[in-house]
């Protein structure tokens, strides 16, 4: 089978569900390593990588969707709930940019006071604040749905409305396992897969860009985990066949077992790695495959050498530091790890007119 399977990836043919099953649990790393890095070197330079500086702000932790692998959320009229103000978001705005970050991903959660007229006043506001010097994800994919329920509007009026405001990114996050049993038994409230693709569609329809992300380590079964992968996968293939960019990246990460109803251990560093190597090599259609700094601290760098190829470096995240990750702060020390890893790491500006000027990476 692997002569059959490396035969296929020097083609560069796409592997069946079956070749992938087995590669899982018969392949060792450094033959999955070894065909993720053929699958990369279809997109990118061998020994290249990029990096962004970035930080998620959390503008609210109110949810009402109760997801049991959830350490963040408070239920409205919770004592530690909260909406931060724009006046707050704002300051850590300004906190990243001076230390040379331009980009902002915005994370809350399913809270039932927040309409879209707030999420057009937020974001409408600093795109009027920041023009074009920042770039922002704007929200997850099942935020967005949840608020065009809420607004009782369809996704694709939610996205206009939000398009109008300024929004240029909403991001694949909230997605964990696409699989619907397992959101039957971990996220039941939150949504169906065919809603999550449907809602993925609408923002690319309305010609905003999007990412695909996964969260592995719950509970999930490797067909479910393929599952997830091929619904990514046909979804990409629809798109670019229809003449559009589909999704720009794949970010795959850990889950954090810490301070929630489900609890559970942590996967290894190994099988992290391995799941990204697969992520590579079945992901065919999808040019970037990031590392995730956030959950694997070093172990992502290592990650560059299963196929990832750009990674973000986080400054903050409420959301999976309370779930237990911890962020590493010095980005010169990140770099350093890419650099053993074999790779030379290159910032890539999000925002159309970043002034960015990387004063952490300078040190
Ligand atoms: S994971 Fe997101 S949607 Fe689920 S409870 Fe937490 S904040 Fe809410």
């Known amino acids: 089978m692997i002569d059959a399977i490396t035969q296929k990836v020097a083609n560069k043919e796409r592997i069946t569900r079956q070749e992938a099953t087995w590669l899982w649990h018969n392949a060792d790393d450094e033959t999955l390593a070894e065909l993720a890095s053929r699958v ?46 724009n006046e707050w978001i704002y300051s850590k705005i300004d906190e990243l940019i001076e230390v040379g970050g331009d980009l902002f991903g915005f994370n809350g959660g399913f809270n039932p006071a927040l309409k879209i007229e707030y999420y057009e006043d937020l974001f409408g506001s600093i795109r009027q604040k920041y023009g074009e010097t920042i770039e922002f994800y704007a929200m997850t994919v099942v935020e967005l749905l949840y608020v065009a329920r809420l607004s009782k509007l369809s996704t694709a009026e939610a996205v206009d409305r939000l398009k109008k405001a300024g929004v240029r990114w909403i991001t694949g996050g909230g997605a964990e ?24 569609k609408a923002i690319l329809d309305a010609g905003l860009k999007t990412t695909g992300t996964m969260v592995i380590g719950f509970d999930e079964t490797l067909e479910e985990r393929l599952n997830h992968l091929d619904t990514v996968r046909n979804f990409q293939d629809v798109e670019i066949s229809n003449g559009g960019p589909g999704l720009f990246s794949f970010l795959p990460w850990t889950y954090k077992p810490y301070n929630n109803e489900l609890g559970g251990k942590e996967i290894s560093s190994q099988e992290y790695l391995r799941h990204l190597a697969l992520c590579r090599i079945y992901l065919d259609n999808i040019v970037h495959v990031r590392a995730s700094v956030l959950t694997q601290n070093q172990n992502a760098l290592v990650g560059l050498k299963y196929g990832a190829d750009d990674f973000d470096i986080p400054w903050e995240d409420e959301v999976t530091q309370m779930a237990g990750a911890v962020i590493e702060k010095d980005v010169a020390q990140i770099l350093g790890y890419a650099k053993a890893a074999g790779f030379d790491a290159q910032y890539r500006p999000v925002a159309a007119a970043s002034a960015r000027r990387c004063k952490a990476a300078q040190t």
């Open 40 to 85: 990369r070197a279809r997109y990118h330079k061998p020994d290249r990588a990029t990096y962004l500086l970035m930080r998620i702000i959390n503008y609210t932790n109110i949810c009402v969707a109760k997801c049991d692998y959830c350490s963040f959320y408070r239920l409205p009229r919770a004592k530690d709930g909260y909406v931060r103000s």
């Open 177 to 200: 396992i696409l699989d619907d049993e397992f959101r039957k038994r971990h996220s039941p409230l939150k949504y169906t897969v065919q809603e999550y693709m449907d809602t993925q």
